[in-house]
C-alpha cells in the first residue's frame, strides 16, 4: 500500500493551498525526477485554468459535462426519489454549481448541503449564492481537501447523507487511489447513499478529439499547468518549448494528456536544473474511462451496493446511485 499512498499524497500536495511551498516544491521536483516525468493535475487548476476548463466543457468535442447533464436533467426526478426527503447533501470537489442546483431543487426536503473543496474563495461565494436561493437549505461549506479524512460540520451529524459526486472526477484517480477514496465516502455516509457519475469507454475517435479540441482550449488547459508553476513556485518554464499530447492507452483505458518537450532543454526548480531531452513528456492526467462491469466491480470493492445506472442513448456516460 506505501505507494498507494505516496501517488495520493503526491495529488494531494498540488493542490494545497495552505502547504509550504517548499513541501510543494519538493513534491513537484520528485515528479521531475521520475521516468517518465510527471506532474498531478491539480496543477490545472489556477484561476485561468479553471475558466480554461469552463470552455472545455463548452467545446464541440467535449462531450462529458453535455452528457453528464442531459442524464441529469432527464431522470432527476426518479433519482431524487431513491434519495430520502431531508438528506444532508455531501459534494466532494463541489465545482460548477449548476448540477447541484438541479439536484437541490429535484430532491424532496433537503436539510443541508455540505460542499468539499480546496478552492476556499470560490466555495464561500458559491455558498453564499446558495444561501440566498435556498433559505431553508443550511449550507455549510468545508473547505479541505476530499482525497484526505475531513469533518461534516457537527449539526449535520444525525442527519441522512446523501454524496453527490459527479463530473467523472472519480476518473483521475488509478484503481487503488479510486477504491480507498470510494471507500472512504462510503464511511461518510453510513446507511446513505451516493450519485456518482463516470466516463464510459467509447472509440479513441470521440475520446482523442475530446481532449484535443480543434480550437486548443485543452492544449492551452494543459500548457497552462507551467505558467501556473511558474507563477507559484518560480520555476521557469517556457511554455512555447512544450507542446499538448493526448492519447488513449487502450491497455490502462485511460485517455492520457502530456506535454511533449519541443526542444532539449533545461528547466531550473528550486536551485536545481531538470533536463529534458526533445521529444520527452511530463504526464500531466490521466481520465480513466470505465465499462458498466469494471465500475461495478471498483465499486463493490470498496463496499458499495449498485442500486440503479442511468445513461445516455450514445451509452458515452453513467450516472449511478450506490448505497
Ligand atoms: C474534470 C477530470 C473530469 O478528465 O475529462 C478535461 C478534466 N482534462 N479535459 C476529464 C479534463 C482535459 C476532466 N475531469
Not at 479540441?213 to 518549448?241: C, I, K, S
Not at 490521466?286 to 445513461?311: D, H, M, P, Q
Amino acid at each position: 500500500m506505501a505507494s498507494v499512498e505516496r501517488s495520493i499524497d503526491w495529488f494531494r500536495d498540488a493542490g494545497r493551498p495552505h502547504r509550504d511551498d517548499r513541501a510543494l516544491l519538493a513534491s513537484v521536483l520528485e515528479g521531475l525526477r521520475q521516468h517518465p516525468k510527471r506532474i498531478s493535475p491539480v496543477w490545472f487548476y489556477d484561476e485561468r485554468g479553471s475558466c480554461l476548463f469552463d470552455e472545455i466543457c463548452e467545446l464541440p468535442e467535449y462531450y462529458v459535462t453535455r452528457t453528464e447533464l442531459a442524464i441529469l436533467q432527464r431522470h432527476l426526478p426518479e433519482m431524487a426519489a431513491r434519495i430520502r426527503s431531508h438528506a444532508c447533501v455531501i459534494e466532494p470537489g463541489s465545482g460548477t454549481g449548476l448540477k447541484t442546483k438541479l439536484l437541490l431543487e429535484a430532491l424532496d426536503r433537503p436539510s443541508a448541503y455540505v460542499p468539499v473543496d480546496v478552492a476556499c474563495e470560490h466555495l464561500e461565494a458559491a455558498a453564499a449564492r446558495l444561501r440566498s436561493e435556498h433559505p431553508h437549505i443550511c449550507v455549510h461549506p468545508v473547505c479541505a481537501d476530499f482525497t484526505m479524512p475531513f469533518e461534516v460540520p457537527d449539526t449535520e451529524r444525525f442527519a441522512r447523507r446523501a454524496i453527490f459526486f459527479p463530473g467523472s472526477t472519480i476518473g483521475n484517480f488509478d484503481r487503488h487511489e479510486a477504491v480507498r477514496l470510494l471507500a472512504r465516502l462510503r464511511h461518510l455516509a453510513p446507511g446513505g447513499g451516493m450519485l456518482i457519475g463516470f466516463d464510459m469507454v467509447k472509440p479513441a475517435g470521440v475520446l482523442v478529439p475530446a481532449y484535443d479540441d480543434a480550437a486548443g482550449v485543452t492544449a492551452a488547459f494543459n500548457l497552462n499547468a507551467l505558467e501556473h508553476l511558474n507563477r507559484r513556485l518560480g520555476t521557469d518554464f517556457d511554455p512555447a518549448g512544450f507542446r499538448h499530447r493526448a492519447v488513449w492507452n487502450p491497455v490502462a483505458s485511460r485517455i492520457e494528456m502530456h506535454l511533449v518537450s519541443t526542444r532539449a532543454q533545461m528547466v531550473r526548480i528550486a536551485g536545481r536544473d531538470i533536463h529534458f531531452a526533445a521529444g520527452e513528456t511530463i504526464h500531466t492526467e490521466n481520465s480513466y474511462k470505465y465499462t458498466t462491469e469494471r465500475f461495478a466491480s471498483l465499486a463493490e470493492v470498496a463496499g458499495w451496493k449498485i442500486c440503479r445506472c442511468w445513461t445516455d442513448a450514445r451509452g458515452f456516460y453513467s450516472l449511478q446511485l450506490l448505497e
